[in-house]
């Protein structure tokens, strides 16, 4: 995710794109990968990674759709697909440029200028020109950067609405989307991926645990402090528990998260231009799928341990913790040790679950749990190898973390204190009892009484 | 003619089907339904809360026969409904006053 972050890219310079045959055949060396096929590859990577993480969103929409009831369906399955669709317009309009100043800050290393350029592609006959029309001829294509950094952006907003299931108003929770995916998730990226200071500082997140999954909590828990908790979940001390509607369509939800991730850390690696770089992907695949796995055993054992049988929404929540965990650093540790990092990240869950509920915090889908606390401990984590140019700290992990988090957690709280004064970001007890699919929108996820 | 309603164990649904319909009764209307009796409920774990389910999923029937076989027939759903264990359901028996068949109009006897 760090522009800054340049593997050596092709170490032979080529004059010409493509030797011409005949020279190539009669040179004693191989011939070099040029900067052509470097490009390609860069941008293909980018481009694979942006469709996988993309189709987190289904992975989230489908999870989320599990995990609320049935009468609240269609208005998660809504949020889900405006929150990615304001997402992916916010992000060109602001988002992408205040994140990756390239170089170019209003407030040296804090804050980017708005809108100083709105192209992020190149010009559509880049044919004619060969790679001197490409605007980065060195690297990738802008317009496969912009698409794989618009995933991540998307992806913060879609551990928001999760958390805030059941409860909020459609349009109070699509403003916040406008502001954190246009605003608040890019100025605080900017610090660390668009080469701000906690980058010169030394903070290390590879793919993003604080960066995408911390800052998405962090929103979330600031949303779920000012909405309050579902009506008669802490009813007398006791936490009375709503199950959720379709325990398939979460497992199928969990496993596109899976699936998404390999895009999500892989596609981190940011260049596939050399043996070196897809080793280094393939690393991550393999850590990557360990964390998982790890978080999920882990959840399985816990909670057989704690409540005598085990709980599927907490394996899956497991999964995803192990996933979040190993996302800071997935391509330093060896295979055991992305299996302790999940692990742990599994522990987490299995912990912080009951203990938000203890505090009367209601996270309908477990969503503070696993990219807030998991994604503190993955960032964490990244110590034990020193990450992936062996340099990182504890004291400035611990410093991103604080800046990108405190800052997330406080802006957030200011938006839905001002949407809460202005609109009101509740719906009425009535519209809650009945459900938002028939109170906000007038449509039932599953009709059951209709003309035949 | 008589109503006879039966609250029965779900899995024994089809098993009282075949052998209600071996003794003649030509038709019954089938509810998935939740109640409790002595059976009572249970308790389960959802994300580390536990909670009370204080109401068990029954299958209710409910059939119209003639006078004469309302006794058969709740004799033959007691001994084909039954596992000896407790939650096995309640039958009763009710009188009915009239009955049409849609399709002729016809009437009582006639129409079940």
Partial sequence: ?452 | MKLIIAAIKPFKLEEVREALTSIGVRGMMVTEIKGFGSQSGHTEIYRGAEYAVNFVPKVKLEIVVADSMADQVVETIQTTAKTDKIGDGKIFVLDVASAVRVRTGETNDDAL
């Avoid at chain 1, 962090?218 to 802490?234: E, Q, S």
């Fill in chain 1, 1 to 452: 995710m760090n522009k800054n972050y340049f593997l050596p890219l092709a170490a032979v310079a080529t004059a010409a794109l493509l030797p011409a045959m005949g020279f190539a055949q009669e040179a004693e060396a191989p011939p070099a990968v040029t900067d052509e096929v470097v490009w390609i590859f860069n941008s293909l990577l980018f481009l694979i990674g942006g469709f996988l993480v993309f189709f987190m969103a289904a992975g989230f929409a489908m999870l989320e759709g599990g995990l609320v009831r049935s009468k609240n369906v269609t208005m998660q399955m809504t949020k889900n697909v405006a929150l990615f669709s304001l997402a992916a317009i916010m992000y060109w309009l602001i988002g992408y440029n205040l994140m990756y100043p390239l170089g170019d800050w209003a407030i040296e290393g804090y804050f980017s200028g708005l809108f100083p350029s709105w192209g992020v592609m190149e010009p559509v006959y880049l044919n004619d020109m060969g790679l001197e029309g490409a605007d980065d001829a060195g690297y990738a294509s802008t317009g496969s950067d912009f698409i794989f950094q618009l995933m991540f952006c998307a992806a913060t907003a879609s551990i928001v609405s999760g958390a805030l299931a059941e409860r909020i108003k459609l349009w109070p929770f699509l403003i916040f989307v406008i502001v954190l995916t246009g605003f608040i998730y890019p100025l605080t990226a900017s610090w660390q991926w668009g080469g701000g200071w906690l980058s010169e500082a030394g903070f290390s997140d590879f793919a993003g645990s604080t960066v995408v999954h911390a800052c998405g909590a962090a929103a979330a828990l600031a949303g779920a402090i000012v909405l309050g908790p579902r009506l008669g979940k802490y009813k007398d001390g006791k936490v009375n528990p709503m199950p959720g509607s379709n325990l398939a369509l979460a497992t199928l939800g969990m496993f596109i998260l899976w699936l998404g991730w390999f895009g999500f850390n892989g596609g981190s690696q940011l260049a596939m231009g050399s043996a070196a770089d897809i080793a280094d992907v393939s690393r991550i695949f393999a850590n990557t799928n360990m964390a998982a796995a790890a978080g999920a055993v882990a959840a399985l054992i816990l909670t057989q341990l704690f409540y005598g049988k085990v709980d599927l929404t907490m394996v899956l929540n497991g999964a995803l913790a192990g996933l979040v965990s190993i996302t800071a650093e997935p391509l330093a540790p060896s295979l055991g040790l992305a299996l302790i990092i999940g692990a742990v990240g599994g522990l987490i869950v299995v912990l912080t679950v009951p203990m938000l509920d203890k505090m009367k915090i209601d996270d309908v889908v477990g969503a503070i749990p696993v990219h807030g606390f998991a994604g503190i401990w993955g960032t964490l984590a990244v110590v034990l190898t020193g990450g992936y140019h062996g340099e990182a700290a504890l004291g400035t992990q611990i410093l991103g973390m604080v800046a990108i988090i405190g800052t997330t957690f406080v802006l957030s709280l200011i938006v839905w204190f001002i949407l809460k004064a202005v609109m009101g970001i509740r719906v009425s007890e009535e519209a809650e009892l009945e459900g938002l699919d028939v109170s906000e929108l007038g449509m039932e996820a599953y009709p059951d009484f209709t003309k035949g």
